[in-house]
């Protein structure tokens, strides 16, 4: 959890706006640095948090939260954490041996056209519990209690690669918004990765831009990540642009903020463009 | 396995005796790292193996950290590309790791025949990379300058990559390794043409060659004990894994071909597999790919993001740069494409992304990229725009130079 960007962002542990759709994009640079504030902010923040580790194995975002404060094993083991460990999960299908053995949650993997029913079938199981069922014995032999449910899903672009439609990948989007942001009331963070090139004459355009454009449009609130315009810097990472979108307020008002960042080995620090420590 | 180690490291300078005379201790680490040719990463604790050539691994932050997938963008003759891969095999053969080769375009076994031979005498190998270490330093006859004595003292310039402490061996290219160091390895070969083909009834949007390689690997992997599964009692190895030109045309993927590939996906589901298989096991791969085939710019982004470090090699060959007077020094440019992020928020990030490599008479290196020195008695700024304008194609040499021209007074 990064302070810097709760400030920034206005919300605390204790309290933040709820139903609300993250979107993380990130294009020249790694913005996978914001998802682990996000996993480790709703873990502290006592939420009910079902995460599709889809890129990386659990061991890493486990070193990674641990750095952070957070630990994952514990909270697997409380019951506050369901994590689909994408890669472990998906060799099962690759490499079939005897049938039927994998989860059902990577069924796209067989059959991509088939979309991505299967996996949302397994967010919706995952969140729609209540704290009071689905909750295991606490320390105290008490059952304990979990926050509105939050959804985080670690690069929903690598799901194109793997064959799956822009428009199936939407589509799960739109379903898992609608149940987790507002039947559930709970919050939905995602990572869309983006090459590196900007098209600019997108006659017809496929891929991850078009699934950011999508996305774009559904969410509540943007942060994207990118490289330095003027080229790679070793003291500044990159810039982040955060961008609210009011939906319920007065009309379209839309507010955007542009800062750099730099990440650290437990943190991250958010500075104006042009005051950074290495200039100043 | 991509774990990191040094929970574990700190535990065991716990349980050290206490009656050593002073609080500092040196942290043990070799005692849990038993396996040849690696070690914990001096930035995170991961582990990490050397991929043979000195001045990558100083580039890629210590070495390939284990469970990691190198990927290097050919170059247009795949000379450097097939060099570096052969400089990792060759360290696997002498770390007496365990090799799995797989190739369409010639059997495994040629590029293993091709392998570097190693200098393991540690005296004689030490004069060669000192030398090479200062490539635009004075010459040992000057050592008390005569003129300009001040800048005696300066450091010395280093422009060939290299770390303080020496890990992985050093090789000869101009000789091949010998026959008896060669089979002495426990080598598993992949030759795709002469690999039995059987057809699968899955709808799996894999190719056939890409899904029958990943069983192999698989099976090679579950046989040799480098998964977790393995008892703990048994010695552990590194698989080492080298694919060489995957994606051209040979493994029946049209990637190369088309912009619009039938196939698009098959290259990126393998190569998510294959990550999963990576960070499940003892084992680190490098494969080098014909990026310059492919046209889809947006699909070669994706492929490099299934990757954990990407390197892209530019060789002047064939290049107008070729003659270029600026890179007389060099062979080619190198792209770092992507750093990995793994076990930690942050990677070492290289401090200069203007790298070129060359190849000496016997040894690959990677360099940072700067301009020789212009020496001739005439030098100015003008006789230097028009150096750089000289490479380029008639009309805009004479542009070029008339508008330097006009500047000059």
């Known amino acids: ?280 | 396995m991509a774990a990191p180690m040094k929970s574990v490291g700190s535990k065991l300078s716990v349980e050290r005796p206490a009656f050593t005379t002073t609080s500092f201790q040196k942290k043990t680490r070799s005692k849990l790292v038993s396996i040849p040719g690696t070690r914990p990463s001096v930035q995170n604790g991961q582990l990490i193996v050397s991929t043979g050539v000195t001045s990558l691994d100083y580039l890629l932050g210590g070495g390939l950290a284990v469970g990691t997938l190198l990927l290097i963008e050919e170059d247009r003759y795949d000379s450097y590309s097939r060099m570096i891969l052969k400089y990792f095999l060759a360290e696997g053969v002498v770390c007496r790791h365990e090799l799995f080769v797989a190739a369409v375009q010639e059997s495994p076994d040629d590029i293993l025949q091709e392998l570097p031979a190693p200098i393991l005498d540690d005296i004689a190998i030490h004069k060669p990379v000192e030398q090479h270490g200062l490539p635009c330093g004075p010459q040992d006859s000057l050592d008390s300058m005569k003129i300009a004595w001040r800048y005696q003292n300066l450091p010395k310039v280093q422009s060939a990559l290299a770390s303080s402490s020496r890990f992985g061996h050093y090789y000869d290219v101009s000789k091949t390794m010998e026959p008896e160091i060669r089979q002495a390895a426990n080598c598993h070969r992949f030759y795709f043409p002469e690999h039995p083909t059987q057809s699968s009834p899955t709808q799996s949007p894999m190719l056939e060659s890409y899904s029958a390689l990943l069983k192999s690997l698989q099976e090679v992997i579950h046989k040799g004990g480098f998964d977790g599964a393995a008892p703990m009692t048994k010695s552990r190895n590194i698989l080492r894994i080298g694919l060489h030109s995957l994606g051209s045309a040979l493994w029946g993927d049209d990637l190369c071909c088309r912009d619009n590939p039938r196939h698009s996906h098959a290259l990126t589901t393998f190569l998510y597999g294959l990550r999963a298989l990576l960070r499940s096991s003892l084992s680190v791969a490098v494969v080098t790919l014909p990026s310059h085939l492919i046209q889809n710019r947006a699909l070669m982004g994706s492929i490099t993001r299934l990757c954990d470090n990407a390197i892209s090699l530019e060789s002047f060959k064939g290049s107008e740069r070729e003659t270029n007077p600026l890179y007389k020094d060099y062979h080619g440019l190198l792209h770092v494409r992507q750093v990995p992020h793994l076990n930690c928020l942050v990677s070492e990030l290289p401090d200069r992304k203007d790298l070129a490599f060359k190849l000496k008479r016997k040894q690959f290196s990677i360099e940072r990229l700067h301009l020789p020195p212009d020496l001739s008695e005439t030098v100015s700024r003008v006789s230097r725009g028009e150096l750089a304008g000289a490479a380029m194609p008639g009309s805009a040499c004479g542009s070029s130079t008339s508008g330097n021209k006009h500047l000059d007074f």
């Open chain 1, 1 to 280: 959890m990064f302070t810097e960007l709760n400030s920034i962002l206005n919300i605390t542990p204790d309290n933040f706006k709820q139903g609300e759709f993250v979107l993380i994009s990130d294009r020249h640079t790694d913005g996978s640095f914001l998802i682990h504030h996000f996993l480790s902010f709703y873990l502290r923040a006592r939420c009910k948090v079902c995460f599709l580790g889809l890129v990386q194995s659990f061991s890493h975002y486990c070193a990674v939260s641990q750095r952070l404060g957070v630990s994952l094993v514990q909270a697997k083991e409380k019951g506050q954490l369901i994590f689909l460990e994408g890669l472990k999960e998906s060799l099962s299908v690759l490499i079939p041996k005897e049938p039927n053995t994998g989860s059902q949650a990577l069924d796209f993997l067989r059959d991509p056209s088939a979309g991505l029913r299967s996996l949302y079938e397994f967010v919706r199981a995952s969140v729609s519990h209540t704290g009071g069922v689905e909750g295991v014995e606490g320390v105290e032999g008490g059952v304990e209690e979990w926050g509105p449910p939050v959804l985080l899903v670690d690069d929903l672009s690598v799901l194109l690669s793997l064959g799956v439609s822009v428009g199936a990948a939407l589509d799960f989007s739109h379903y898992c918004r609608a149940t987790v942001c507002s039947q559930l009331q709970g919050s939905m963070v995602m990572l869309v990765r983006c090459e590196a090139e900007e098209e600019e004459d997108d006659g017809d355009e496929e891929g991850p831009e078009r699934l950011l454009k999508g996305l774009t449009h559904q969410c509540s609130l943007t942060l994207q990540v990118q490289g330095l315009p003027t080229g790679y810097c070793r003291d500044i990472h990159g810039q982040v642009e955060v961008c609210w979108r009011n939906r319920h307020g007065n009309g379209q008002q839309m507010q955007k903020k542009l800062f750099q960042y730099k990440v650290h080995d437990k943190s991250a620090s958010f500075f104006a463009r042009g005051t950074s420590s290495a200039v100043l």
